[in-house]
């Protein structure tokens, strides 16, 4: 339902429209994000909770200018009860989600080292052993196989693991925490195991930081635990890094389903990408782009001061949501954007965010990506669902799209 159009303070508002909280089904674009999308690129959104209203910016320009603009901050989304797609979210201390301007920077910087691009590069030769180690174990067992159980989740959880510095003989700790944490999927119970094992993970780090105060490692527990041991960051600080960081993999693990979902439902594809290697980069950039990795939109920002965007005057401590999913599919800049085009350099895609608050892990996650597709087609070239599509099963109730499970032979 939308409201009319109002005049306030000599201003013509958009009607606000209400965005309920919604299950699209499989990899399919919200519906209720494509028709404000078609409305214009500025409109006014009420969603499941909070209060009030909010601006929602879905053209790419917007987007990306909002997104980089300090005169829209996420601190002081923290305390108001502003209209959003979930219950209200008490950030951790260091969330580095909800911080603006030199204290980003300053929480950011502690661990850059560790997620460098540099870095990664150096951590690609080792992440590829692990995941061979998962598709060995794979082949071994035989078709048929949940691809999500055997290859999707445990590997980022893996490279985590590695980057984050944990030690070899807790990692079996913190792969059942993190099972347990993706688990919640809408259901009462699946949300109480979640919260103890979040619970369990956050104390284990908050012990593991304190046993290195004095570390000269590269990895992100020791960097931590040496800012903590300078002064330079609280003991709460750096658990709030670190903990999105170690359990941020699930991104990678559904948003890969995704793209797997779609080759595997699109023959031509699949065999595009299967005997063309060359051509794996660009469509990695374009299925980052198309694939609809969340429901509804992220955290908002406030409005600093009186900011024009787009012709509109967004007045200060005015809440402000930006559609990365609606960006990546503005025709002005991807020409026929409900289509995956493999051969379209997608290299502008915002599946990462836009501006400071980008991705902290962008390079990570790509890397990721790219070893998944490239490992999986090589080795399974005939994989392909062992049921029929209708019966692939995608997560619900939750923010985060992507299949639960992706049952396949080879």
Known sequence: MAEQTTVVTGRRLPPVHDWPASEPKGTTFDPVLAELMREG??????????????WLATRYEDVATIAGD???GRAEAVDRPITRPAPRLEPDPGCLAFADGPDHARLRGTVEEALSASAVERLRPHAQQML????????????????VERVLRPFPVAVACEVMGVPSGERRHVHDWIRRIGSEDGCPEGARSAKEALSALYEWIGAALRERHAATGTDVL??????VGHGDLTEAEAV???????????????????????????????ERLRGRPESRSAA?????????????????????????????RIEAGE??????????????????????DVDRDARAHLAFGGGPHRCAGAALARMQTELVIDTLLDRLPVLR???????????????????RALPVRW
């Open 222 to 227: 020791s960097l931590l635990g040496a800012a």
């Open 70 to 72: 300090p005169r829209f």
């Open 41 to 54: 690129p500025l409109t006014r959104i009420r969603l499941p909770h909070g209060e009030g209203w909010a």
């Open 284 to 312: 990695v950039d374009e299925l980052l782009r198309y694939v609809p990795h969340r429901a509804a939109v992220g955290l908002a920002r406030i409005a600093l001061e009186d900011v024009e965007v787009h012709g509109v």
């Open 132 to 147: 061979d180690e998962l598709v060995d174990a794979l082949l071994h067992d035989g078709p048929p196989a949940d691809l």
């Open 385 to 403: 669902l062992a049921v029929h599509v209708e019966q692939v099963p995608f997560r619900r109730g939750t923010l985060v799209r992507g299949p």
């Open 240 to 270: 709030g890094i670190a903990g999105p960081l170690q359990t941020g993999g699930a991104a990678i693990t559904h948003t890969c389903g995704q793209m797997l979902f779609l080759m595997l439902t699109d023959p031509p594809l699949f």
């Open 319 to 340: 809440p402000v949501y930006v559609s990365y999913l609606a960006a990546n599919r503005d025709p002005d800049v991807f020409p026929d954007p409900d289509r995956i």
